[in-house]
Every structure is written in C-alpha cells, then in structure tokens.
C-alpha cells in the first residue's frame, strides 16, 4: 500500500485510506488557496460592485418605497464608485438605469441622482423558483 501526501503540505496522511488532507487547517488552507482569485484586479473590482451595492442597500433599507433621490456626493462620500456596476438598464431612449445587482440608480441632473431597488422578477438558470401552493377550502 503506498503513502498518500497531504494536498495542502505534502506530509504522509494517516488514516482512511480517502482521506486528502493531514489535518483541518491543511483542507482549509488548500480550499481558500483554490477559491482565492488569482487576479487582484478581479478581487478589487468585485469589492468595489459589493461596496457600491452595501451602500444602495444602506440607503433603501429603511424606506418603504424602496425609491430615493440622493445628492451625488453624498454616495461618492460613502465610498461609492461610479463607473463600477453589474448591469445597464434602459426602458426607454432618455432614462438610463445602472445597476449593482438589484440596486440601480439613475441621473436625474448633475447633481442627483434616483437610487431604486429592481422590482423586475429575474431568474437565473440556477435559481430554484418558489412555488406558492393555496390551499381553496
């Protein structure tokens, strides 16, 4: 029977004979190390879209609307990055809506803009729908 080595710091594993790791600390490392992002450009740009989309959140949680209207910058002093978003949004030739996933904003002039949450219903090929079932008495 030969040694397996650890995936994470190469030593002999004892144990099972499917094991792959020689302790917790060596599987943690080896999975934060494969699911890390190799390009710290993709790493700061998808902080960036979660930073901008924490404080659209911030910002609507609050309301019941979910609508605001919101000196630009008093986003920009929050830490918020204009030329960053997921998605570009528009009905109609003048409105143009710019999304960080559900929370979007649109221009209204120069110096505010209209924050919104996205009421449009999105599905996702992963997503699983909900199914509401009514029971009728």
């Given at each position: 029977?030969?040694?397996?080595?650890?995936?994470a710091?190469?030593?002999?594993?004892?144990?099972?004979?499917d094991?792959?790791?020689?302790?917790?600390?060596?599987r943690?490392?080896?999975?934060?190390?494969?699911n890390?992002?190799?390009?710290?450009?993709?790493?700061?740009?998808?902080?960036?879209?979660?930073?901008?989309?924490?404080?659209?959140?911030?910002?609507?949680?609050?309301?019941?609307?979910?609508?605001?209207?919101?000196?630009?910058?008093?986003?920009?002093?929050?830490?918020?990055?204009?030329?960053?978003?997921?998605?570009?949004?528009?009905?109609?030739?003048?409105?143009?809506?710019?999304?960080?996933?559900?929370?979007?904003?649109?221009?209204?002039?120069?110096?505010?803009?209209?924050?919104?949450?996205?009421?449009?219903?999105?599905?996702?090929?992963?997503?699983?729908?909900?199914?509401?079932?009514?029971?009728?008495?």
């Amino acid at each position: 029977m030969t040694a397996k080595n650890c995936l994470a710091c190469d030593r002999p594993i004892k144990g099972r004979t499917d094991k792959k790791f020689c302790d917790d600390s060596c599987r943690n490392n080896y999975n934060n190390r494969m699911n890390s992002y190799s390009s710290p450009l993709v790493r700061n740009i998808n902080n960036i879209l979660r930073r901008n989309r924490r404080i659209l959140e911030d910002l609507l949680e609050p309301l019941e609307k979910k609508v605001l209207v919101i000196e630009r910058h008093k986003l920009v002093q929050r830490g918020f990055h204009f030329d960053y978003m997921t998605e570009h949004y528009h009905p109609d030739k003048k409105e143009h809506y710019y999304y960080c996933y559900e929370y979007g904003y649109r221009s209204i002039d120069q110096e505010k803009v209209l924050v919104v949450k996205d009421t449009r219903k999105k599905h996702f090929v992963r997503e699983k729908k909900q199914v509401v079932v009514r029971r009728i008495q």
